[in-house]
């Protein structure tokens, strides 16, 4: 998916350059885009549904009074809900930092149960959590394998526990994985171990025996977390099996194994909308430290394939004068004639966000690259011109641009060093924006600058 929606919304926020704001029109546009996108990427219909009618929400609802473009806000909104819908919100339904981490409020030991389907990194990533847990939760930690179909996942378990510096309990093929359980819950309790790791046995594919195992093993075990663990690069057959663990437990968490070598980056999007749980940890490799907190911001990112759109945003945001971009947004919704002043007024809020250009850095490669130098160079200018022109202007001339005729123009001109044909064309921009305000709520800066540039 990188590369798809990143492409995809580069071209949008190229599309979207001449207009003005925010309309039901361009985001129906550019929804269209993100709706491909996620698909392209296997997210779940329903899931992308959700998604795109939250965006829209959002989209509508927006503020883009000081905003680059509304093609880049969009973006931003985008980014914003892909975290959210990855991540956990809290009361406030603001996204929490950092991800969840194993829950042990319980009476010791807590038991973590694993689930998952074969091949999906269970066994790893068990061990994976018993380093976790004894070097940042500085726990006491053993594991044991229900896995007896297959001696040799036994072993693994055995191996790799070795590996994390964690204790592993033994278990044969001729036990029943409940027996087992209870084996080592008991063997749990009397050497006071803060936590059992219980490995389950997975299946290629979701079989109702399987399903029974693994639901008697969470009866007898009551475990405190029950964390279903799936490989990021299974597309829609993550999907299908979380659907089906889902269904079959109580599940606490996800583990979403195999990020590094996913390029789509979708299943995290289903999973967690699917699942209705958190997504705990990520597995970012095969070697036993490869296991990280899941940071749904930084995933979103990930998936967009961008540079740093936070970083962007916040830009955005920081350079405007909210106050005086809602006064302006304000006077024009009441109808009050939009002035010269105004228009100044504009401009210098573009300059105090650092120009075009600057903005245009914070932009990913991709979209920059894509968004055309000369066009931003040239507008720059025009926009630096028209300063000029508006700064020579008497106060009087600017509340009433109609009292500018040939001999006012020639001293408008000469004070801003341009032609008198410069004056012309920023006083005929200048009257269709004001009709163009008249019909809008605000901004509008953007589309009468490729005007003037064109
Ligand atoms: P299980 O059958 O669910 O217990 O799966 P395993 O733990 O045996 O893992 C299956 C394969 O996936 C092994 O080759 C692991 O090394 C590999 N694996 C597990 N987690 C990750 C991960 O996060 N990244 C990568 N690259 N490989 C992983």
Redesign the pocket.
């Known amino acids: 998916m990188a590369s798809t929606l990143a492409d995809r919304l580069s071209r949008l926020v190229k599309t979207m350059r001449g207009q003005a704001r925010i309309t039901e029109t361009n985001v129906q546009e550019m929804l269209r885009e993100v709706r491909m996108a996620l698909l392209e990427a296997d997210v779940a219909l329903p899931v992308v549904r959700d998604f795109v009618a939250r965006v829209k929400d959002k989209a509508l609802g927006a503020e883009v009074v000081g905003s680059l473009t509304p093609g880049q806000a969009l973006v931003g909104i985008v980014h914003k809900e892909l975290a959210a819908t990855m991540g956990e919100l809290d009361e406030k339904g603001q996204l929490k930092a950092g991800a969840s981490d194993i829950n042990l409020h319980t009476q010791p030991p807590a038991v973590i149960l694993m689930a998952?389907l074969?091949?999906?990194?269970?066994?790893?990533?068990t061990a994976k959590l018993a380093k976790h847990l004894i070097e940042k939760r500085k726990k006491k930690v053993l594991t044991v394998s229900g896995d007896v179909y297959r001696p040799a996942?036994i072993e693994?378990l055995k191996t790799v526990t070795a590996q994390a510096g964690a204790e592993w309990f033994p278990s044969t093929p001729d036990q029943k994985p409940r027996d087992i359980a209870l084996a080592a819950l008991d063997h749990a309790r009397r050497h006071y171990f803060d936590v059992l790791l219980v490995?389950t046995a997975?299946r290629l594919a979701i079989d109702e025996a399987l399903m029974a195992e693994i639901r008697e093993l969470h009866a007898t075990l009551k475990p405190v977390e029950t964390l279903f663990?799936v490989d990021a690069m299974q597309g829609q057959d993550a999907i299908n099996t979380a659907k089906a663990f889902k269904e079959a437990l109580p599940l606490t968490g996800v583990v979403l194994?195999?990020?590094?070598?996913d390029s789509r980056g979708g299943a995290a999007l289903s999973v967690r909308a699917i699942t209705g749980v958190p997504i705990k940890f990520a597995?970012?490799?095969?070697k036993i430290d490869?296991l990280e907190a899941f940071n749904a911001e930084r995933h979103a990112g990930r998936v967009l394939g961008m540079g740093d759109i936070v970083a962007l945003v916040e830009e955005v945001t920081k350079g405007v004068d909210l106050e005086s971009a809602k006064a302006m947004a304000d006077k024009i919704k009441s109808g009050d004639a939009f002035t010269l002043d105004d228009f100044l007024l504009q401009l210098q809020q573009m300059k105090k966000m650092g120009g075009l250009s600057s903005l245009m850095d914070k932009l990913p490669t991709q979209i920059a690259a894509k968004a055309g130098a000369n066009e931003m160079e040239r507008a720059e200018r025009d926009m630096r011109r028209m300063t000029g022109i508006i700064h020579s202007m008497t106060k009087l001339e600017r509340r009433k641009p109609e009292i500018i005729k040939a001999t006012r123009k020639k001293r408008i001109a000469n004070g801003a060093g341009v032609q008198v044909q410069d004056v012309n064309r920023l006083l005929n921009q200048f009257e269709q924006m004001r009709d163009m305000m008249k019909k809008m709520k605000g901004g509008g800066l953007f589309k009468m600058m490729k005007k003037m540039g064109g």
């Open positions: 998952g074969q091949g999906a990194g269970k066994t790893t990533t996942a693994q490995d997975g663990v194994t195999k990020l590094d070598g597995g970012v490799s095969e490869g």
